[in-house]
């Protein structure tokens, strides 16, 4: 709801009524939200809202067993949709009827201004209107234009901004052939990697079974490697990408450019600034092929160069597979509903958390193992 719209009163009975996965509604306070849009995405699954759909939900938000951050709060306020008028003669409800009436009084001398806004609306048929509104006044980017050439100009304010999530879609680019290069769609990943896993896979174990693979340590002295050493080298490879996805994520991905610098907070948001700003735009959560080749391409020419040729293309399929596996968690994570109590359940709720509170800590993807060793694991709530 725009900030200069008269806000719409609700009584405890119509808000009550909105209870099922259709129509979601909840109360913080005297405030009204409509959250079906967000069931399917709360980390602790959508059973948890319809159980306080039209209630207050006050005491849910302070915790146990969950304390909301303030990100929490502020992204909840994108669903707000007007003030509860309880039926009864307290100062508040009483307070509540009379902005009720006021904005009644009102509302005849604004229907024609809402009017041309509409019209105007209609026709700028442009993909930015399609976003929701936002109140530019408090905002600190233009959202009707690209963002990509805006952020680099918030300097100092661009840390604190981009980890401010939106439940709204990201435009990076004016051009439609370039916006479009950005967006890819989640099952472009296995479609495109799964091949290849498959054939250096088999290319791999059939390599080694003819049982012709040497490490040479010495000139009179060397190891033959059996084809059944290929599993223990694919999964080498595998863990050796999720050290890898662990450093990209926390040194890459979330480094803080110096506000000084425009073009490093640009490069910042394309790469991973975007994903913060708005975490459910479903086009961005998985690299797109084009993108993510110059980045398998390289490791497979350090890994070639590195190893013997068979052992290195091994390790190398083992992570390339390890790196599908983690674009395909990444997105579940996000839009998946897992069943509460199962290890990816907790994984999301943990991945939550680095979204919306700690940003500078629970950097693993698919699993939380290196977040020990380097003392980046989100710590445990306590009330």
């Known amino acids: 709801m725009s900030p200069s719209t008269s806000p719409r009163f609700f009584t ?104 041309d806004v509409k019209v105007k609306e209609e026709d700028e048929n442009t993909p ?89 340590l010495t000139s009179d002295f060397s190891i033959l490697i059996h084809k059944y050493f290929f599993p223990l080298l694919f999964l080498m490879g595998w863990f050796l990408w999720s050290f890898i996805e662990y450093c990209i994520h926390r040194f890459v991905f979330h480094m803080k450019p110096p506000a000084h610098n425009y073009y490093l907070i640009t490069l910042h948001f394309l790469l991973h600034g975007q994903h913060h700003k708005s975490p459910f735009d479903g086009s961005r959560l998985v690299f797109p092929p084009g993108l993510a080749s110059l980045v398998v391409g390289s490791f497979y020419a350090i890994l070639y160069n590195t190893l013997p040729e068979i052992l290195g293309i091994s390790v190398f399929v083992g992570g390339l597979c390890g790196y599908v596996v983690y674009d395909m968690i990444h997105y579940y994570l996000h839009y998946g509903s897992p069943k509460r109590g199962s290890y990816m359940y907790s994984l999301k709720a943990y991945h939550v958390k680095h979204h919306f509170e700690h940003q500078r800590a629970g950097f693993g993807i698919t699993s939380t193992f290196w977040d020990h060793p380097f003392n980046t694991v989100i710590p445990d709530e306590k009330f």
């Open 12 to 115: 405890e009975r119509e808000v009550a009524c909105h209870c099922t996965k259709e129509s979601c509604w909840v109360v913080l306070g005297t405030r009204v939200y409509d959250v079906t849009a967000f069931l399917q995405r709360h980390p602790g699954g959508e059973a948890l809202i319809l159980r306080r759909s039209g209630k207050d939900v006050s005491q849910d938000m302070k915790g146990p067993p969950h304390r909301h951050s303030e990100n929490a709060r502020r992204w909840m306020e994108q669903y707000y949709i007007g003030e509860l008028d309880r039926d009864s003669g307290t100062e508040e409800a009483q307070t509540l009827r009379e902005r009720r009436k006021a904005s009644e009084q009102t509302e005849g001398k604004t229907a024609e201004k809402t009017m």
């Open 128 to 216: 930015y209107n399609r976003c929701s509104s936002v109140d530019l006044e408090k905002d600190l980017v233009d959202w009707g234009k690209p963002l990509a050439w805006q952020v680099g100009h918030l300097a100092e304010k661009y840390d604190a901004w981009v980890h401010q999530p939106v439940d709204r879609p990201i435009r990076l680019f004016g051009n439609p052939l370039l916006e479009a290069s950005t967006k890819t769609s989640w099952y472009w990943v296995p479609v495109v990697w799964l091949p290849i896993v498959f054939y250096l896979s088999w290319y791999c174990y059939s390599t080694l079974a003819k049982g012709t693979t040497r490490i040479v």
